[in-house]
């Protein structure tokens, strides 16, 4: 009987030392795998994190971008408003005073024409006189009456105010040449400077136009990332819940495996040798 009961356990044990390699054979494929999938996922998620974030970054510096862009355009457009308005009001000033200036010109030189004819008709006066002798022309001066000779007007002022007239008449043309030639500068200046602003907000549309693109494609880069990582982290989890489900049968031991196989085959010789005993007991 006793004999019968060490064959059991040496089978038994046998059976366990079986059924514990065919389950360290499956643990270590399980384990191997496992692993392999926690690494691979792990590092998966370590890239596309680092890849997300750096698409975010890339995304919020093009929209600060955009906004800066934005803000320069309308910074332009204000600048192009208010010279406008001052050009149109430097016009309209310039405008009013060329025709002002030309109108001043006609009216002084039509009192200069009146005038010049006036005293040049009123100088030649006296010679219409006619004298029907010497004689009779040197009675008359010795009879001459200051009240009753022709009036030739104040010929000894006139120069002066004549004078004075063209004075005035040269100013009013200067003031039309300088205030015309200043006008065509200010345009000349308003619209070279029109012209390169436009250009400038041509530019920087351009611009506006490619970074949208660049952060459409960025924006839309980073949502199939996050998603992508979003996957990969639940296969990563699911790893991770394997691996606990396999640590109480493959990992938590308290002893090693070799030293399992070790201490189980020690017991099994121990049975046999103890059954060798016995059986050379009985035999003797």
Do not use: W
Not at 140 to 160: F, I, V
Not at 213 to 237: G, I, M, N, P, Y
């Amino acid at each position: 009987k006793v004999r019968s009961m060490i064959k059991d356990l040496i089978v038994k044990l046998v059976e366990q030392a079986n059924e514990e390699a065919d389950q360290k054979a499956y643990c270590d494929s399980e384990l191997s795998v496992n692993k392999l999938t926690r690494d691979n996922k792990a590092a998966d998620v370590e890239e596309l994190t680092a890849t997300a974030t750096k698409l975010d970054a890339e995304a919020a510096e093009l929209a600060s971008q955009l906004t800066t862009l934005a803000e320069a355009i309308k910074a332009v457009r204000s600048e192009q408003a208010a010279a406008t308005n001052l050009r149109e009001e430097e016009k309209a000033t310039n405008t009013k005073t060329i025709s002002d200036a030309q109108t001043a010109q006609v009216a002084v030189q039509r009192a200069v024409k009146v005038l010049k004819d006036y005293y040049a008709k009123a100088a030649e006066a006296p010679a219409f006189v006619q004298m029907k002798s010497k004689d009779e022309f040197d009675a008359s001066l010795d009879t001459q009456d200051d009240s009753k000779a022709p009036y030739t007007g104040m010929q000894a002022s006139s120069t002066g105010v004549l004078g004075l007239l063209e004075v005035v008449l040269s100013d009013f043309a200067r003031l039309e040449a300088e205030t015309t030639q200043a006008e065509d500068m200010a345009q000349q200046s308003y619209s070279k400077f029109m012209q390169e602003t436009k250009e400038d907000i041509a530019v920087k549309e351009v611009e506006v136009d490619h970074k949208s693109e660049s952060q459409r494609k960025v924006t839309a880069a980073a949502a199939d990332t996050k998603k992508e990582l979003a996957l990969t982290q639940e296969e990563l989890s699911t790893a991770l819940a394997y691996f606990d489900k396999l640590k109480p049968s493959c990992v938590d031991h308290k002893l090693s495996y070799e030293d399992r196989v070790r201490l189980r085959q020690e017991e099994i010789e121990s049975l046999q040798e103890a059954q060798r005993i016995l059986e050379q007991q009985d035999f003797a």
